[in-house]
C-alpha cells in the first residue's frame, strides 16, 4: 500500500515539474503529509532531526564536536497548550544543560518562547526561561532565544531585553531579515550594546509565511536585506551568528568580514543540522567558526508536520531527501 502511496508522490512530483506547478505541488504534499504514518515522515525528518532521545542529541554533538563545529541544541517542543507541557519542556532543557556540561560539548542552547508558554501566560514564560538562562548562566553558557512568527516578535524582543539586562553575556536573539521591521528593531536595541559585552544576534532569513505588507517576499529582496542588516551589526561591533545555507550570502558575507576587517571574536557561521554539509565544511576549512543547530525530542514529527504546513517549500526538500536515499 504504501509503496502505492510512495509511487503516486513521486508521478504527481514529476507532473509537477513538467507543468511547472511546484508551489501547487509543495502545498499538496504539505497538506498530506501530517495524514502519513509517522514511519514515513521519518524517513526525511532523520536527516534533520538528530534522534529522539538526549542520547542522540550527545552522540551528533560529539560528532560535530570531533569535525571542529560547534553546537546549539534545541529540545523540539513548541506551540504548547498547557502550562505543564511549558513546565515539562523547562525541566527538560534544565536537564540538557546539565548533560552538556557533564560531558564536555561546545554547545550552546536554543529555546522557542512558545515552548515555554509564551502565548498562554508572558509573565509564566519569562519565569521559566529565566531559569533556564540562569542555570546556563552559572555554567558560563548561552541561551538563543529563537524568533517565531510575526504575532511573537513584540513579545520575544521584550523577553530578551527583560533577560539580557539581567545575564548580558549569557542571552541572544535570533532577527529576520525578511522581516521589514528588522532593520528598526536592531537600531532600537542599539543601546544594549556595550564595549565589553556586546549583543549578541543570530541573523537568518526567516521560515515563516508572513503577510507581504510586513514582509519582504522575493529572493533578492532578502538577501539585499540580509547583507544590510549583517553590514550594521558589523559596524556596531554587534556579535552574530550569520545563520544561511545561502552560498551567496555566505560570499556576501566573507566580503563584509573582509571589508570591516572582522575579528574571528565576533562572528560564527551558523547552519542547520543535515543541511548543506559540503558548504559547511568549506567554512570549517576557511578558518572561520561554524556551529550546527541541532533539534532533537520525542515531539519530532508533530514539529516536522508543522514546519511543512508553515513552509510547504520544504516539501521538495523531502522529496530530494526520500530521491537521496533510494
Ligand atoms: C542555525 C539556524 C537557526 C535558525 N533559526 C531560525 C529562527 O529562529 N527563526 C526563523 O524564522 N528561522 C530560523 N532559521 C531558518 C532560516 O530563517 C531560513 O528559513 C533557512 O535557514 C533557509 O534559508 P537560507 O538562508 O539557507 O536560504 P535559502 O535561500 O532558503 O536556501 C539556500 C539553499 O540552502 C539549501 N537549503 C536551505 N534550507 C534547506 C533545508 N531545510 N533542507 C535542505 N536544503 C536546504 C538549499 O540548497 C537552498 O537552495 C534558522 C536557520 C539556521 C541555519
Redesign the pocket.
Known amino acids: 500500500m504504501i509503496n502505492v502511496i510512495y509511487s503516486r508522490i513521486i508521478e504527481v512530483y514529476l507532473w509537477g515539474h513538467k507543468k511547472n506547478s511546484c508551489k501547487m505541488f509543495n502545498k499538496f504534499i504539505a497538506s498530506i503529509l501530517p495524514y502519513f504514518p509517522k514511519k514515513f515522515i521519518w524517513i526525511f525528518s532523520r536527516s534533520?532531526i538528530a534522534g529522539e532521545s538526549m542520547a542522540d542529541a550527545i552522540r551528533e554533538s560529539k560528532d560535530l564536536n570531533s569535525k571542529g563545529i560547534m553546537v546549539?541544541l534545541d529540545v523540539l517542543g513548541e506551540f504548547i497548550k498547557t502550562l505543564d507541557e511549558a513546565e515539562e519542556n523547562k525541566r527538560e532543557y534544565l536537564e540538557l544543560i546539565e548533560e552538556i556540561q557533564r560531558s564536555g560539548i561546545k554547545g550552546n542552547f536554543?529555546l522557542k518562547p512558545t515552548s515555554f508558554g509564551l502565548l498562554i501566560d508572558q509573565e509564566a514564560c519569562y519565569r521559566l526561561m529565566r531559569e533556564i538562562v540562569a542555570k546556563a548562566a552559572g555554567y558560563n553558557s548561552f541561551c538563543r532565544i529563537?524568533?517565531?512568527d510575526s504575532p511573537c516578535t513584540d513579545m520575544e524582543i521584550a523577553l530578551y531585553r527583560r533577560l539580557h539586562a539581567e545575564f548580558p553575556k549569557n542571552v541572544g536573539l535570533?532577527v529576520?531579515a525578511y522581516l521589514k521591521r528588522t532593520h528598526s528593531d536592531l537600531e532600537k536595541m542599539l543601546n544594549m550594546n556595550t564595549p565589553g559585552i556586546p549583543t549578541n544576534y543570530?541573523l537568518?532569513?526567516?521560515?515563516?509565511i508572513e503577510p507581504a505588507a510586513i514582509s519582504y517576499k522575493k529572493?533578492e529582496e532578502i538577501n539585499q536585506h540580509y547583507l544590510e542588516d549583517l553590514e550594521f551589526m558589523f559596524k556596531n561591533k554587534i556579535y552574530v551568528?550569520i545563520?544561511?545555507?545561502?552560498k551567496p550570502?555566505i560570499e556576501g558575507a566573507y566580503e563584509l568580514i573582509r571589508k570591516y576587517n572582522v575579528p574571528k571574536n565576533m562572528y560564527e557561521f551558523?547552519?542547520?543540522y543535515?543541511?548543506?554539509p559540503k558548504l559547511r565544511q568549506s567554512i570549517v576549512d576557511a578558518g572561520h567558526a561554524m556551529?550546527?543547530?541541532v533539534p532533537f525530542g520525542k515531539k519530532w514529527f508533530g514539529y516536522s508536520t508543522r514546519r511543512l504546513k508553515e513552509?510547504p517549500k520544504?516539501a521538495s526538500?523531502i522529496i530530494?531527501a526520500i530521491f537521496n536515499k533510494g
Open positions: 534533520y546549539t536554543s529563537d524568533m517565531e535570533v529576520q543570530r537568518c532569513k526567516g521560515i515563516y529572493y551568528g545563520a544561511t545555507h545561502d550570502l551558523q547552519m542547520l543535515g543541511v548543506t556551529r550546527v543547530y513552509n520544504m526538500h530530494k
